[in-house]
């Protein structure tokens, strides 16, 4: 460890050793994250800008400077880049909020056993009430986000369909999937957006592992 930096570049380094460590299983993620990464009924260059968007949700620095690396040489540009960092930045804020529906029915103590029904999220507009100034910037912002731009709509919300799985919101799922087959995108594209997403979630794991390694050494 170099004066207590806990992340540097040349940290990254150590990931084979994982395939000393556990050869099987750090061959079979690899293969996974090659066949999820590869191009299919999405291109490679959308796979690497949905990569990008989930490092962010999982504050993978490895990640993070990997992907952005791959999308930049499959033709990323930076103003991209950008749009994908607010799309990520408005999903990840955006579970925040609509889990948010749930902490009502908490506080109001509603007796329901069910925590999760499609119906709750009606419940968002009371937010409007409760903080109107703050309810109305971040609608608008998430509105911006997802605005078609340098990216389509259709590429904006597989983005959005892949961020929802790595937070893990249910209301988020429901709303981009809808919203993904709305823009024309198939059953296929969504499923491939989504192994992304399930490759970076565990990626980001096994990246923070080179972290594990330093402070067990």
Same mark, same amino acid.
């Given at each position: 460890m170099n004066n207590g930096c806990l992340y540097q570049k040349s940290n990254f380094n150590r990931l084979s050793e994982f395939n000393d460590l556990v050869p099987d299983a750090f061959k079979a993620f690899i293969n996974f994250d090659q066949q999820a990464l590869k191009s299919g009924k999405l291109s490679g260059k959308l796979k690497e800008l949905i990569a990008v968007a989930i490092a962010h949700t999982t504050g993978c620095p490895y990640c993070i400077d990997l992907h952005v690396n791959q999308a930049k040489r499959l033709g990323m540009s930076k103003e991209e880049l950008g749009e994908v960092v607010m799309v990520a930045t408005a999903l990840k804020a955006g579970s925040a909020l609509a889990h948010g529906v749930n902490a009502l029915n908490a506080y109001d103590q509603n007796g329901e056993e069910e925590l999760y029904k499609a119906s709750y999220f009606n419940r968002l507009k009371e937010f409007s009430e409760l903080n109107k100034d703050i309810f109305q910037s971040f609608v608008k912002f998430d509105q911006q986000a997802l605005k078609p731009g340098l990216l389509?709509?259709? #590429?904006? #919300?597989?983005? /959005?369909?892949?961020? /929802?799985?790595?937070?893990?919101?249910?209301y988020c799922i429901d709303v981009h999937t809808k919203g993904a087959k709305n823009a024309q995108a198939d059953k296929v594209e969504i499923g491939e957006a989504i192994m992304v997403a399930t490759a970076l979630k565990a990626g980001s794991a096994l990246a923070h592992g080179v972290n594990a390694l330093n402070s067990f050494d």
């Open positions: 389509t709509r259709k #590429e904006k #919300e597989l983005i /959005a369909v892949a961020v /929802a799985h790595v937070t893990g919101c249910p």
